[in-house]
């Protein structure tokens, strides 16, 4: 008989056998879809269209799959959140700020909304170099100043009752009836006006021998910044009978509302002297005569008895630093305070308690 080989692979047609212990037959596998999967690709539980059919069908039957009958949703909306959201908290209308906005968007209504400011705003008709005083006093002192420029005087009705009682008309200039907002708005709400406000230039400061010509101790700020504590310092200068208070051209407050509120009416009396270098000054002061003190918590405590038959130049520091290294060392001697219940815990006064505290133990020379 005439034999044939079987075909490689077995025959054909056939499955081979499996055999225990031998290796199983590969099953094919079905083909993947490696295309990109669109937004039509959802999976909604129905049989893609598309999908590859396996090379070759496995023998075990499936259950047949019922028709969705259910009618077609919408495609969803992406969910941002699972949790609940809480209703929004309204704020009542009296806890807005003003124009309406909630508290919860203060952040966005504060952005698009300019600050708040109490600052005074300029006044376009108002001359360059020139200040407003405000105050009963430093602006009665400055009427019946006549070395003092006037230009405008504002003054609410009450106002102008009370300065006419303190300065008699006529006055060197005539007043305008305003309402406080109108002063509030020009000054600032900061500044205690008093309903009066004068629109005036600066005094012109004497030469250093003219102011020498008064009698009188000699009070040197080395760069005091404050405008409140010259003004203060002013004020006692005036009192106790100083001759004149000298300033540092630079690191010092300018002639100002404020400075002449504080003084209270001693920069119409008391002049105010600017140096360019304050060494220099109290070389000048030495040579015309002044014994220079400055004050300072090292040294020996101030006697006013101990100066008697000296014109005293009487020296005092910054807020903070206090006097310098320069000034200290240009000074014919130091002098303290002697403070006997301080102690550890106050070591120090205000730069304008400290000036008055010395100018009264200087009017004790006799």
């Known amino acids: 008989m005439r034999s044939s080989s079987p075909p490689p692979g077995g025959r054909s047609g056939s499955k081979k056998p499996y055999r225990p212990g031998g290796p199983r037959p590969a099953t094919p596998r079905p083909q993947e879809d490696k295309r990109p999967r669109g937004r039509d690709?959802?999976?909604?539980g129905k049989p893609r269209e598309d999908k590859a059919v396996a090379a070759e069908p496995r023998?075990?039957?499936?259950?047949?799959t019922r028709p969705d009958t259910r009618p077609a949703r919408a495609p969803e909306r992406p969910v941002l959140s699972l949790a609940p959201r809480a209703p929004e908290r309204v704020q009542p209308q009296a806890e807005r700020p003003e124009g309406g906005a909630p508290h919860g968007k203060r952040r966005a209504?504060?952005?698009?909304?300019?600050?708040?400011?109490?600052?005074?705003?300029p006044d376009p008709d108002q001359p360059r170099g020139t200040l407003w005083l405000y105050g009963l006093h430093p602006v009665a002192a400055a009427l019946r100043n006549p070395q003092r420029r006037l230009?405008?005087?504002l003054l609410t009705p009450d106002a102008e009752i009370t300065?006419?009682?303190?300065?008699?008309?006529?006055?060197?200039?005539?007043?305008?009836?305003?309402?406080?907002?109108?002063?509030?708005?020009?000054?600032?709400?900061?500044?205690v006006a008093q309903g009066v406000?004068?629109?005036?230039?600066?005094?012109?400061?004497?030469?250093?021998?003219?102011?020498?010509e008064r009698p009188g101790p000699v009070l040197v700020l080395d760069q005091v910044s404050d405008p409140r504590n010259v003004g203060a310092i002013m004020r006692s200068a005036q009192a106790m009978g100083a001759c004149c208070v000298i300033t540092q051209d630079r690191n010092s407050p300018d002639e100002t509302g404020a400075l002449a509120k504080a003084a209270a009416g001693a920069l119409e009396r008391i002049p105010l002297l600017r140096a360019v270098n304050i060494a220099r000054t109290l070389t000048a002061l030495k040579a015309a005569g002044?014994?220079?003190v400055g004050l300072d918590a090292a040294g020996q405590p101030l006697s006013g008895k101990a100066l008697a038959g000296r014109r005293?130049?009487?020296?005092?520091?910054s807020e903070g630093d206090g006097m310098r290294r320069l000034t200290r060392e240009t000074c014919d001697e130091l002098a303290g305070i002697p403070m006997p219940g301080g102690g550890s815990a106050i070591d120090s006064l205000n730069v304008s308690a400290a000036a008055t505290v010395a100018l009264y133990e200087l009017s004790r020379l006799g």
Do not use: F, H, N
């Open 41 to 44: 690709d959802r999976r909604d």
């Open 59 to 64: 023998a075990e039957t499936r259950p047949e």
């Open 109 to 121: 209504y504060q952005a698009i909304r300019p600050a708040r400011t109490d600052a005074p705003r």
């Open 151 to 153: 230009r405008r005087l």
């Open 163 to 191: 300065l006419t009682a303190m300065v008699p008309k006529p006055w060197p200039i005539s007043s305008e009836t305003v309402d406080r907002a109108r002063l509030d708005l020009l000054l600032g709400r900061d500044a």
């Open 197 to 212: 406000a004068l629109l005036a230039d600066p005094l012109a400061s004497p030469s250093l021998q003219q102011a020498l």
């Open 290 to 292: 002044c014994w220079t």
């Open 312 to 317: 005293v130049a009487l020296v005092l520091g």
